[in-house]
């Protein structure tokens, strides 16, 4: 287990409880005497259980007659014979009564608002599902999607569910290097993008990011499609289309590909500790149903409330809680093309007004910079509509959770901090609000039918409070991952090869409390939370030895006070230190770092040394680097380094800082 950090220490401290108001517990979906029942049936009848949930909260072509095949363990089938549509789900089934209900009210970046009802969004979303398939896309092909947030995001991805074709999102972040390799690895035959977006009053180029990604090769993709946000952008004759121009000509009837249930509806991509991303394979039924019920469960989803989950689309959070679950149950939601932070910081709260947003979920690293600006920002806006409020993608310390509490809920909204990870499709650890005390800091209890316990490094159950341990799921979930895409050896191994196949091996590290709750505290593998996105430090290294002057790289996170970690990377180069140093080469490979991987995978600090510090093996001392970074004292042993005086060296002035 590694060392926790100073905000985790003070998370495990915390001992302040919150009851639900019992103005909202009145009225909320769940009561303890109903969450109780639910949690009755799941313990009592796992499998019972889930087909329960999936004959109720999804529509079905054929109903599925087996619940769970465990005969290929840990590759578990949910809900065999069944055929659905996830597209139907989310769109026709609300038709015959919600048509002319809003489903999406997007908010530009210039301010600028759209409405589209469920009638306007189905039409659009059954245009763009002939538009691929005259494309020659069908069941089963895979659609890359490089597209900025808003509602094409969402209508791409309806639109492949539809056909039954496969999307994967790269986050628009990512540069063409990272989206090339997505692209290689999906074998994908389409890429829909943009021709650029505004963000935050700036221009981030999309298409000219393909182009260069196309050019390294990716000689899968047969055709791009472009939506024309912004003025154009320079296409290529046979191979790129307008959005503009192909998709208003198509019908707006478009006959669904009825799929099996464990069918993949997405691809997404996701750091792990070794290699490149993988994969993450995401099946039909079982993913929906997980989105589908969490909406109900953790955000006490009822008629009226006005859904805002400020995820981007590239990220499994704006999977699961944007193009997917409130769809499925037929909600408003805002989406924002934008920033928090512009064009002031009172962009959300002003948002949150105009649009009487009722239920509000963002991530810990919104929350800190927000709050750093003053209480006066929110203060000005009418925040009344709120009654929920939650966070999602790393800890929330303490006090963020309760100025979260109590600035922008009033102190009357409960705060729902929510645990998942892209494997696990949906939440799995949170609040079920109306029905149990919050606790700051604390994800509180799984949720019904998802089987989270903490082990020991030998697997053992801890049940004692207060010690550390691994996070595990004990029992398959209708959710998880099918497989990471084309190498189930890698699944395998990666999430089932500690403990055998039946328990789920997260990368967290947790510990529980004397009621239960479970308080999350952080990765134990070689991968880092950098304002919630998830990187792992081996792409880091290997984008930086790829720089001619970088022989040898070491990447750890330390603490920063907004985006919960930061990169602190420390090379050795070949030539003279001190004149690298003075050239601003540690400058220079920040830069490199953000061109190779995108700006999210920029690094705080690049630290030139004379070399790393290694065990006798030959093996870098990472966790050596680890305290450096978060500036602990020493403690491990350092006999065995041939240069002890590096430590100095290690620890010395940044040689640029950003
Ligand atoms: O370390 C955990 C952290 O984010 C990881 C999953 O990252 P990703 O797959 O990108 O999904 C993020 C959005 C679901 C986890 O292994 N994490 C996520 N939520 C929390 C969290 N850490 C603490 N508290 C949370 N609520």
């Known amino acids: 287990m590694s060392a926790t950090a100073p905000e985790i220490e003070s998370v495990l401290h915390e001992e302040r409880s919150f009851a639900p108001s019992p103005a909202f517990a009145a009225s909320a979906n769940f009561n303890g005497e109903r969450l109780a029942a639910l949690r009755a049936h799941a ?6 259980f889930w087909a329960a949930q999936a004959r109720t909260q999804l529509c079905w072509q054929q109903p599925f007659g087996q619940t769970l095949d465990d005969s290929h363990a840990p590759l578990y089938r949910w809900f065999g014979g069944g055929r659905l549509n996830a597209s139907v789900n989310c769109l026709d089934r609300h038709l015959p009564t919600r048509a002319q209900d809003t489903a999406i009210i997007f908010e530009r ?50 639109a492949c569910a539809r056909i039954g074709a496969v999307h994967s999102a790269v986050f628009g972040g990512f540069s063409a290097e990272s989206l090339k390799d997505r692209i290689e690895d999906a074998g994908a035959s389409v890429v829909i993008t943009a021709d650029a977006a505004p963000r935050g009053g ?32 320079a296409m290529q004759a046979g191979r790129d289309l307008w959005w503009q121009t192909l998709v208003p000509q198509q019908a707006t009837h478009c006959e669904p590909e009825w799929v099996e249930s464990e069918h993949p509806l997405f691809l997404l991509y996701t750091s792990g500790s070794t290699g490149k991303p993988k994969g993450v394979q995401h099946s039909t039924a079982g993913y929906l149903l997980g989105a589908t019920v969490t909406m109900q469960w953790v955000f006490d989803l009822q008629p009226g409330d006005v859904f805002w989950c400020t995820a981007d689309i590239g990220w499994i959070t704006g999977h699961s809680y944007v193009a997917y679950g409130p769809l499925a149950n037929a909600a408003t939601q805002v989406i924002f093309e934008g920033v928090p932070t512009w064009p002031d910081g009172e962009r959300f709260w002003r948002m949150i007004a105009a649009h009487k947003v009722s239920i509000f979920y963002t991530a810990p690293t919104a929350i800190r910079s927000l709050m750093r600006l003053g ?40 705060v729902v901090d929510t645990w998942w990870q892209t494997e696990t499709g949906a939440i799995m650890i949170a609040p079920v609000p109306g029905a149990m005390p919050t606790k700051p800091g604390s994800c509180t209890l799984p949720l019904p039918g998802i089987c989270a316990e903490i082990v020991d490094e030998d697997g053992h159950p801890l049940s004692k409070p207060g010690h550390g341990g691994l996070l595990v799921v004990g029992k398959p979930w209708p959710s998880m991952l099918s497989t990471i895409w084309g190498d189930d050896a890698r699944y395998c191994s990666t999430y089932f090869g500690r403990f055998g196949k039946t328990i789920y091996v997260a990368g967290d590290g947790a510990q529980r409390d004397e009621d239960g709750y479970f308080w999350i505290l952080g990765r134990i593998d070689d991968v880092l939370n950098v304002s919630g996105h998830r990187l792992g430090t ?16 070491a990447v750890v996170g330390r603490s920063h006070p907004v985006k919960g970690e930061a990169i602190l990377a420390f090379v050795v180069v070949n030539g003279a230190r001190e004149a690298a140093i003075a050239a601003g080469l540690a400058q220079e490979l920040c830069q490199w770092v953000a061109t190779q991987l995108g700006a999210i995978a920029r690094p ?13 093996s030959g093996k870098i001392m990472r966790r050596l680097l680890r305290s450096i970074g978060r500036g602990e004292a020493v403690t491990q042993d350092v006999s065995t380094l041939e240069n002890p005086a590096i430590i100095e060296q290690l620890r010395g002035e940044p040689a640029f800082g950003a």
């Open 109 to 158: 970046d210039d301010g600028e608002v759209q409405r589209w009802t469920y009638a306007a969004l189905h039409e659009e979303v059954c245009r763009l599902g002939n538009a691929l398939r005259l494309l020659g896309i069908g069941k089963g092909d895979r659609v890359v999607l490089y597209l900025p947030m808003g509602v094409q995001a969402v209508i791409a991805m309806q």
């Open 375 to 414: 209480d006066e920002l929110p203060a000005r806006h009418d925040l009344s509509s709120l009654r929920l409020l939650g966070s999602v993608g790393e800890p929330i310390n303490p006090a963020a959770w309760l100025w979260y509490q109590r600035v922008i809920g009033g102190g009357r909204c409960p």
């Open 202 to 233: 700036k221009r981030v180029e999309l298409k000219a990011t393909v182009d260069r990604a196309l050019s390294a090769g990716c000689g899968s993709v047969e055709h791009v499609l472009v939506f024309q946000r912004l003025d154009g952008c």
């Open 43 to 48: 313990a009592a009848d796992h499998e019972g």
């Open 604 to 616: 705080d600090e690049v630290r030139i040394v004379e070399q790393l510090p290694k065990t006798r």
């Open 538 to 553: 081996a792409e880091v290294e290997s984008a930086l030895v790829a720089h001619p002057r970088v022989t040898e790289a």
